[in-house]
Nanobody, 124 residues
């Protein structure tokens, strides 16, 4: 069992930056692929970014490419999402997820564990 706890959300003005963290419990974190997803009010959950177990491979949604960076520190059991040049349309609850498969996946149904999420609000 893996427990995931997100932090770092908050209110920021458009053009600003935030760094989200996702801390994982358990000794097998380094073998999991990790992903970030977001869900805005009234919308379906959407893929944001993913990273493989080694950190070598990363994937991004087109909407965040060039602005967001996913990374991980396996020694700290933590995955990060650095968000720059934030836009009002980035406002959502951001959740991290872990996949036993080890790769970074774009599809939410390939993830086995989910965090509760952290709110990100970008004002115009």
């Amino acid at each position: 069992q893996v427990q995931l706890v997100e932090s770092g959300g908050g209110l920021v003005q458009a053009g600003g930056s935030l760094r989200l963290s996702c801390a994982a419990s358990g000794r097998t974190f380094s073998s999991y692929g990790m992903g970030w997803f977001r869900q805005a009010p009234g919308k379906e959950r959407e893929f944001v970014a993913a990273i493989s177990w080694s950190g070598v491979s990363t994937y991004y949604a087109d909407s965040v490419k060039g602005r967001f960076t996913i990374s991980r520190d396996n020694a700290k059991n933590t995955v990060y999402l650095q968000m720059n040049s934030l836009k009002p349309e980035d406002t959502a609850v951001y959740s991290c997820a872990a996949s036993k498969g080890g790769a970074g996946y774009k599809f939410s149904n390939l993830y086995d564990y989910w965090g509760q999420g952290t709110q990100v609000t970008v004002s115009s």
